[in-house]
């Protein structure tokens, strides 16, 4: 049990639709970073938040944008859904400085787009 | 850049049997390594991780992993199976920044009784 709660569990969408995937993250924790995991593939890093702001990106495109709210809890959105963006989508927190920085990842947000 | 392999998808080993798993990787910036396990349907759970202390790195659950510089490696290994270690295992790598982890693509262990 890591405290980072990710929902839904499981989503189903449409192409062209837009999704909102949502994080909380460990209590004490002021980074969240979003990973994408492919069906047989390594989580993905999509982008990294701290202190609201965005902290690095990876090779991911605009459509796919998040937030960080003043409780550390974090959303990410996807704009225009394609086929390819049906995935396991994972939530890490962390708290950036610490001595011993870990990341703690959510179960993860299963979403399927058809 | 940072890139990670891991060879061999799939690992077969029996009960009490020595666990291996492999992974090489590339940094431009000396790296920080990690060895993550997923089970099924869950998110994924840190091992053990190596930032340039000691090069012989002791994780949970048994497992440990060697780092090895002119190897470019960070194998992973338990000395004796447990059922309960069958899952996905992922190496990563950060690098420049720390901010992003690189994983591998991962390699499934089964352990046969």
């Known amino acids: 049990e890591t405290g980072v709660t990710q929902s839904p569990t499981h989503l189903i969408k449409t192409r062209g639709q837009q999704v909102t995937l949502r994080c909380s993250s460990q209590?004490?924790?002021?980074?969240v970073s979003w990973y994408q995991q492919a069906l047989g593939q390594g989580p993905q890093f999509i982008f990294q938040?701290?202190?609201?702001?965005?902290?690095g990106r990876g090779n991911f495109p605009p459509r796919f944008s998040g937030l960080q709210f003043p409780n550390y809890s974090s959303e990410l959105n996807v704009n225009a859904l394609e086929l390819d963006d049906s995935a396991l989508y994972l939530c890490?927190?962390?708290?950036?400085?610490?001595?011993?920085?870990?990341?703690?990842f959510g179960s993860g947000t299963q979403l399927s787009v058809l | 850049a940072q890139s990670v392999t891991q060879l061999g998808s799939h690992v077969s080993v029996s009960e009490g049997a020595l666990v291996l798993l492999r992974c090489n990787y590339s940094?431009?910036?000396?790296?920080?390594l990690f060895w993550y396990v997923q089970y099924p349907n869950q998110g994924l759970q840190l091992l053990l991780k190596?930032?340039?202390?000691?090069?012989l790195v002791k994780g949970i659950n048994g497992f440990e992993a060697e780092f090895k510089k002119s190897e470019t490696s960070f194998h992973l290994t338990k000395p004796s199976a447990h059922m309960s270690d069958a899952a996905e295992y992922f190496c990563?790598?950060?690098?420049?920044?720390?901010?992003?982890?690189?994983f591998g693509s991962g390699t499934r262990l089964q352990v046969q009784p």
């Open positions: 938040y701290y202190r609201e702001e965005e902290n």
């Open positions: 990563a790598v950060s690098g420049q920044g720390r901010r992003a982890l690189t």
């Open positions: 940094s431009s910036v000396p790296p920080y």
């Open positions: 209590s004490g924790h002021n980074t």
């Open positions: 890490a927190s962390s708290l950036m400085g610490a001595s011993d920085e870990k990341l703690f």
């Open positions: 190596y930032t340039s202390a000691a090069t």
